[in-house]
């Protein structure tokens, strides 16, 4: 039997890959641009719209990220907002545990799923970013392990805050991180907690989306390295008490689409160029090298300095010298793969940060999804377009009636909830 799978959109809110120069790119900021793709991903039947959100805009050296978004409007408004444009689709937005309280996050959610008749999800991430702890009073990042302590501590007194209502809103918590006590004044929502989603690769990431989570947000964009991640993240559940179907395996992924397989080929190689400018390529490349590159040609060679290695990052604590556990390994990867090909700075970057996961006719983009899911490498996508808000539209229209078609994705929707949607029981004590 075809295993169905399950399909969400990206609103590409924090990232350096949206196609600014394209005639169809939009506003990220207008509220039309969110009914847009939303609008469209309902249509299309997609189980939820997915609101990535940033609590400042990324810097290096100073100086805002070359081709990022600008500009970040408030998850929960823009939610709430959607909420009355759409009827089904389910509505899932990022929210950070380092910096936020679990009080306010538990009523907003909870209020979020009340004007959604059920349809919120949580996407819980941590913060490493020292530029971002400036603008809270707590400033500064925490420690990896102290990040998912603190995301794990977050989610179990937010959980209690939703399930309280039981016992007439009554609730206390008590940990190292939170000592709260009082009465929740939203009562139980539809869904009793959001659909709760993570983000993150790590082993701690991995460990946290199987004690918590009901779907992990991943980058595996390759069928062996999806199967991998796959095997690992559910096998982890059972030490949870918890079974395979109620952990969800949702990677990222990008798609360009056109008639042909050769013409969609061209048509990636020009996108994957108009997200990499040359100012781009040398931002990226300080991320690693963790010292100021401009005075480099991106069109010239790699430098011949190495990496400085340390805590001191050009990125304030998120440079990929934190994420690479050996930059100097990393860039001799990068040194021999420029040699071998004849890369520039700036053709490198292309080469390892901008791919496309699947490239091809409608035909060929359906097929290899379908073998995605049937082959254990993953339960659905969420897609990620380059143009916003519009991109999503040949996706829905071309490619999904051919999964219909295949038995492989819904007709219509069963449920009235995105726990519905995704299969998942009610979640928290009833």
Known sequence: MTKQMHLAAHFPGVNNTTVWSDP?????IEFSSFTHMAQTAERAKFDFFFLAEGLRLREQGGKIYDLDVMGRPDTFTVLAALAAVTDRLGLTGTINSTFNEPYEVARQFASLDHLSAGRSGWNVVTSWDAFTGENFRRAGFLPQEQRYSRAQSFLDAAFTLFDSWQHDGAFSYRDEHFDIAGRFDVPRSPQGRPVILQAGDSDEGREFAAAS????????????????????????LARYGRRPHQLLVLPAVTFVLADTDAEAEERAALVRRQQVSGQTALRKLE????????????????????????????ALGRASTRMHKDPLALVAKWRALAEEKKLS???????VSARQTFVGSPAT???????????GASDGFILVPHVTPGGLDEFADRVVPLLQERGAFRTEYTGETLRDHLGLDEGGDA
């Open 24 to 28: 169809q790119a939009g506003s990220h």
């Open 213 to 236: 989570a009901d779907a992990i947000f991943t980058r595996h964009g390759t069928l062996t390295a999806g199967q991998e991640f796959y095997a690992d993240v559910k096998g982890r």
């Open 365 to 375: 983009i359906a097929a290899a999804m379908d073998e995605f899911v049937q082959a």
């Open 345 to 351: 700075i700036r053709e490198l970057m292309i080469e």
């Open 287 to 314: 991320e690693v090298w963790n010292r100021d590159l401009s005075g480099h040609d991106p069109d010239g060679p790699l430098p011949e300095s190495d990496p400085i290695v340390g805590e001191n990052t050009i």
